[in-house]
């Protein structure tokens, strides 16, 4: 297909493997890097007039895409990296793009000794991916020191949200299904370099001790329940370390389901069904996943 007039780079038939952090997953027919706003305005006006759904993707790491792919086209910006510092009285204001990645922001932020979210370090998604699932670990969440972010939404228009918004709460947010994070200013306070540095040391020791980081996962499968973490109800049903195909519930750590080198998508929704079905039936929990499945029917 012709992409008149798009300056970004658009792949055709790409398998998802290569996108997603569970390193599953088919193919997608277009995955399209717009350079700019003005080209993502003209990406989603070209997709609208050929009726091609669409969806976002960030860095994949909270997506687990079905083995016979999309049929929705897959939009990127990570190429429209921006980033500036405007310095208020007591630290600054950081302006950054939704397609930065999460991990690379924090240390940018700590170089310039400003602190706020070193407790999110090592979340591997974008800035966006990241507004949108409103993640967060010990105890901190993106939303907390967000002032507003700016978000394309289906309509094509450009609305800027606060921070305060009522609808972010754990793991939700005010961004849509469709709609584009493109943005985002983070009120950050200024700290000794060093400090924030030994913060950002002890988020990564921990997770490393805690995470199976030795293999592909998607990070916490399903969410807490009534401020318990899901881990607690998946290890009392005895249900750490079983496998379907290739896929395994963890035995570091059983809320995250890890591919070990074979896994399709179905082995991990069946492994997903399996944990959900075990844990009603010893603790009368029902689980709730917290990663995003696409592509799969029903
Ligand atoms: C090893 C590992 C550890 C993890 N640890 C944590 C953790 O501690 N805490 C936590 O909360 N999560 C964790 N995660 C999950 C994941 O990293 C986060 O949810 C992350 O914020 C997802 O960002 P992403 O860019 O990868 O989004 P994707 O996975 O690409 O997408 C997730 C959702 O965000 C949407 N999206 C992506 N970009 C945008 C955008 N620019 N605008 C609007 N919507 C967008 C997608 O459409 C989709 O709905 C972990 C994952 C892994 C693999």
């Given at each position: 297909?012709e992409w008149k007039g798009i300056k970004g780079t658009v ?94 922001f924090i240390r940018d932020n700590a170089q310039h000794g ?142 995250f389901i890890v591919n070990l080198g074979s896994a399709t ?34």
């Open positions: 297909m792949l055709e038939n790409v398998s998802m493997k290569r996108y997603t952090s569970m390193r599953v997953g088919g193919p997608v027919r277009y995955l399209i890097y717009p350079v700019d706003e003005t080209d993502l305005k003209n990406v989603l006006r070209y997709l609208a007039h050929r009726d091609i759904p669409y969806r976002f993707l960030g860095n994949g790491t909270n997506v687990i895409v079905s083995d016979s792919g999309l049929k929705e086209a897959l939009i990127r910006i990570t190429r429209m990296k921006q980033k500036g510092y405007k310095k208020t009285k007591n630290g600054a204001v950081a302006d950054v793009s939704g397609g930065v990645s999460l991990k690379q400003l602190s706020g979210l070193e407790k999110l370090y090592w979340i591997p998604g974008t800035v966006g991916g990241a507004l949108k699932m409103n993640a967060g670990s010990f105890g901190a969440s993106v939303s907390d020191p967000l002032l507003t972010m700016r978000v394309l939404n289906t309509r094509g228009q450009i609305v800027t949200i606060s921070g305060q918004d009522a609808s972010f709460g754990y793991r939700t947010s005010p961004v849509r299904p469709g709609e584009c994070v493109i943005s985002a200013g983070f009120s950050l306070k200024g700290r000794n370099k060093k400090e924030i540095e030994k913060d950002m040391e002890y988020v990564y020791g921990e997770r490393k001790k805690r995470h199976p980081m030795e293999f592909p996962s998607a990070g916490s499968v399903f969410k807490g329940v009534k401020g318990e973490p899901a881990w607690k109800f998946i290890e009392k049903a005895g249900l750490k370390g079983i496998k379907v195909g290739g896929a395994c519930v963890s035995e570091k750590h059983a809320n998508a179905h082995d991990v929704r069946e492994l997903i069904d399996t944990v959900k079905r075990g844990v009603f039936e010893k603790t009368g929990v029902s689980l709730e996943e917290e990663v995003e499945l696409w592509g799969f029917n029903g």
